[in-house]
T-cell receptor
Framework: RKEVEQDPGPFNVPEGATVAFNCTYS??????FFWYRQDCRKEPKLLMS???SGNEDGRFTAQLNRASQYISLLIRDSKLSDSATYLC??????????FGKGTRLSVIA | DTAVSQTPKYLVTQMGNDKSIKCEQN?????MYWYKQDSKKFLKIMFS???????INETVPNRFSPKSPDKAHLNLHINSLELGDSAVYFC????????????FGDGTRLSIL
């Protein structure tokens, strides 16, 4: 089983839609969780950390389910500028981050 | 005001050559990393340094040698370049510990002819 698994997509959604991505991780000792965003030919950038109680940042909501070892990202009212690859990232203890392969999102006008 | 900067941005060279990529961070972070992102877009850790000391060395050929002169710099030297080395190499830095996100440089696109 891969350490971090994501549906590669692409997810093609119209502007204004709500879209959700899921991610599963294999290491139950993982302590830290993040969503990163990577635009084409650019570096990954931190979108948000994911906390146990769930957290929201504007149109973005992240949830963590430790029992099922999965993380989700919900994007409401999608904008064209949301088009990117979304990387699920997990940190098992004090070790380097483990990146999923990413889910590609295209928001269409 | 670039937080993590790496040079060069593009590197085109022939098989067999030796090349270096430099990375500097001005965030005061203790830990620096090198990642490789291949054509399938998978981002994989290569090395991790904490305060100039090597912490992580994944299964990377010994043609790749990182060097950290101080905690703000982590350079990557590659000997005898091969076709399979073509990729985007990202430098990153973070504070040590849990829940510390990494900040990435904008990548070095290495193409081997």
């Amino acid at each position: 089983r891969k350490e971090v698994e994501q549906d590669p997509g692409p997810f093609n959604v119209p502007e204004g839609a709500t879209v959700a991505f899921n991610c599963t991780y294999s290491n139950s000792a993982s302590q830290s969780f993040f969503w990163y965003r990577q635009d084409c030919r650019k570096e990954p950038k931190l979108l948000m950390s994911v906390y146990s109680s769930g957290n929201e940042d504007g149109r973005f909501t992240a949830q963590l389910n430790r029992a099922s070892q999965y993380i989700s990202l919900l994007i409401r009212d999608s904008k064209l500028s949301d088009s990117a690859t979304y990387l699920c990232v997990v940190q098992p203890g004090n070790t380097p981050l483990v990146f999923g392969k990413g889910t590609r999102l295209s928001v269409i006008a | 005001d670039t937080a993590v900067s790496q040079t060069p941005k593009y590197l085109v060279t022939q098989m067999g050559n030796d090349k270096s990529i430099k990375c500097e961070q001005n965030l005061g972070h203790d830990t620096m990393y090198w990642y490789k992102q291949d054509s399938k877009k998978f981002l994989k850790i290569m090395f991790s340094y904490n305060n100039k000391e090597l912490i992580i060395n994944e299964t990377v050929p010994n043609r790749f040698s990182p060097k950290s002169p101080d905690k703000a710099h982590l350079n990557l030297h590659i000997n005898s370049l091969e076709l399979g080395d073509s990729a985007v190499y990202f430098c990153a830095s973070s504070q040590v510990g849990q829940n510390q996100p990494q900040h990435f440089g904008d990548g070095t696109r290495l193409s081997i002819l």
